[in-house]
């Protein structure tokens, strides 16, 4: 009886000892599998080097904070849920992950969270949206034993007052803006302060190096950078772009070249160059705060290949705005704007020869943008070419009140017109946008264009801050469109600066060209945060600017077969526009 009893306490004893504590890369390895719906690799995780360095100083109890400044085809999405799962399945705590928009906020969790939890026998039933009794679960806000995962957008930061989290996710911070209240990433981490063995994580593509919150992190980190050995020196090195070279007119033949021995290396040894590498803190005086810094040149995926990155720097280097795409999601840098301020005289004195009668031959589509004024409507007319340059071809006024209806004829007598081609075609306007945020006229922009949809003449307000080009307003009932302003004026002066591809009409008058260069970019601080704005210059108008920038957004409106259309320009007849579906009612038909 004596031995029975012992040998109970001693198993009652033994199941008291906790579980090994197993580090992140090993926890994932183990338990975590990827669904058909999220991976085209289904089934167990296998993290890859750089992702091991990062997952285990997650799980390190001395490393409070953890910035990741991320490119793109890296596996950080996966990454990130499996630190989500780790800590739910592990160190039940109450978490919030912060992401820019409501959007992301119900993508992550419905195509990224619930399928790997699903697929993953031992997460299964964790994040169930029924396994709250209470029924206080919902798609952004679950509990769990011993903890609640919140899901919240950069947008709504009254969402942030209400919690007290020990870990906190932050993704695409360099998406985030500073609202009425401050920024949004402050707000989070002041939600973390009632917890001693709080973990902050922080990871983003960098946008612009001046105002980029996830290099500001990095910069106050131990500043890890990911190095690999050179196959026939040995010596580490973080490969960069410049170590990568190719012969001319062959991206294919892309290889890495050591900056120590001069050694090429083929896209074949690439694999064993990365399973030898190692992370190497570079500010080991920084204690608490691991920062990692990688590029997409490590990337083991096929379409990470040296030989396809170098065939897509060829396509964006032409134009700045893909260059800067490229320099951002590829090589995880952040973008450096070359040109605060435009020469008018400069811009000038490129000006070619051809116009609205006479269109280049390049040109496949044309656009307006349209500015109401008190007293008038300005009409800028776009050529859009195949390859992506953009001639301003023409500009025109229309005088008269907007209220006055002859003036919205006028206009659209005008965006009716065919112009002869060059191969002996006809184009029409493709697309028009005509601004509705002058706060007098919006009815009558909304009511003008209401009726013209089917032509994609569309009314449009513009809006400051990090938006799309364009898109649709969520108002119901409304065919408003919603103009990222800020985004395309970078656009428009980064290509001036750089390069081209925004050429000119000699036909414009000299004020085109003043109220063109009509504003500046500025970086100013805003509630503690560095924000980039646009101010115009003192005494100087920007209708023409505006009307670039609206002519520009109405280019995203037109998808059309660009092959098509040019075949279709060697012909008389005009271009055509798909008619849309008319399904004729029997019942009004009697």
Known sequence: MTATLETIRRNAMRSLIPPPRLRLSDWVEQHMRLPETVSAAPGPI?????????ADAITDPTIERITLVKPVRVGFSTLLTATLASFI?????????????????????????????????????????????????????????????????????????????????????????????????????????????????????????????????????DKRV?????????????????????????????????????????????AGMVSLGRWRITAPEVIGHAGFRMNALISLLPNASWGKLAQEFLAAKKYPDLLQGFVNTILGQGWKESAE?????????????FSLSKIPAEVIIVTAGVDVQRDRLEILFLGHTASGDVLVL?????????????????????????????????????ACAVDSGDGMHSDKVLNYCRSRFARRVVAIKGVPGNRPHIQASQTQGSKLFIVGVDGLKTLITTRLSRGRSIRFSNMLEPRFFEELASERLIVRYVRGAPARQWMRTPGRRAESLDCLVYGLAARNLVNIDTDRRTTELATAAAPTRQSPAVVRSKWLAR
């Open 46 to 54: 296998r993290l890859w080097p750089p992702q091991i360095g990062i």
């Open 89 to 221: 399945a592990n160190e039940p705590s109450p978490i919030l992950l912060l992401l820019p928009t409501e959007a992301d906020c119900r993508d992550v969790m419905v195509s990224d969270l619930e399928p790997i939890f699903s697929a993953s026998p031992t997460l299964q039933g964790l994040l169930s949206s029924d396994s709250d009794e209470g029924g206080r679960n919902t798609l952004l806000s679950r509990r769990f034993p011993g903890g609640s995962l919140k899901v919240v957008a950069a947008k709504s930061p009254r969402n942030l007052r209400r919690h007290n989290v020990r870990i906190l996710l932050c993704d695409e911070v360099d998406g985030m803006e500073s609202g009425p209240e401050g920024s949004p990433i402050v707000l989070a981490e002041k939600r973390t302060l009632s917890f001693a063995n709080r973990k902050i994580i922080i990871g983003s593509t960098p946008v612009y190096e001046a105002t980029s919150h996830v290099l500001r992190s990095y910069e106050n980190s």
């Open 226 to 270: 990911f190095e690999c050995p050179c196959p026939e020196c040995g010596e580490f090195k973080e490969i960069l772009w410049n170590h990568i070279q190719w012969d001319v007119g062959k991206p294919e033949t892309a290889a890495f070249c050591c900056p120590h021995c001069g050694a090429v290396s083929e896209e074949s040894k690439k």
């Open 341 to 353: 301020e435009l020469d008018e005289n400069e811009l000038a004195a490129r000006a070619e020869d």
């Open 394 to 430: 023409g500009q025109s006024v229309i005088w008269g009140p907007p209220d006055e209806d002859h003036v919205w004829g006028e206009l659209d007598d005008a965006l009716k017109t065919a112009w002869p081609h060059a191969n002996g075609g006809t184009l029409r306007v493709d």
